[in-house]
């Protein structure tokens, strides 16, 4: 993270409405220090929502591996055969 990433609380305290602006605009993180340390990392929403989406799909990937590695997995043509079978009614 570049130095002109991280601020003081004191600094989001006084330019509350600059850096929302700025982190719409440049969508890069902001992390928020007290007394010298980390305490919060500022976002704009759409990179939020992203980050939500690119999470979610990654644990359907590790749920999906898992399930690879467990052995619960149907070849296609089986499934196919059961979802023609049950759309004409047998």
């Avoid at 990654?58 to 023609?84: F, M, Q, S, T």
């Amino acid at each position: 993270m570049r130095s002109s990433q991280v601020k003081p609380i004191s600094y989001l305290k006084a330019n509350a409405a600059e850096i929302l602006d700025r982190l719409a605009e440049e969508r890069e993180p902001l992390l928020i220090t007290q007394n010298g340390e980390a305490r919060a990392v500022m976002q704009d929403v759409a990179s939020y929502e992203a980050t939500q989406e690119t999470l979610a799909l990654l644990k359907i990937l590790a749920l999906g591996n898992r399930e690879v590695e467990e052995g619960k997995v149907k070849p296609v043509a089986d499934v196919v055969r059961r979802l023609r079978a049950n759309k004409s009614g047998g």
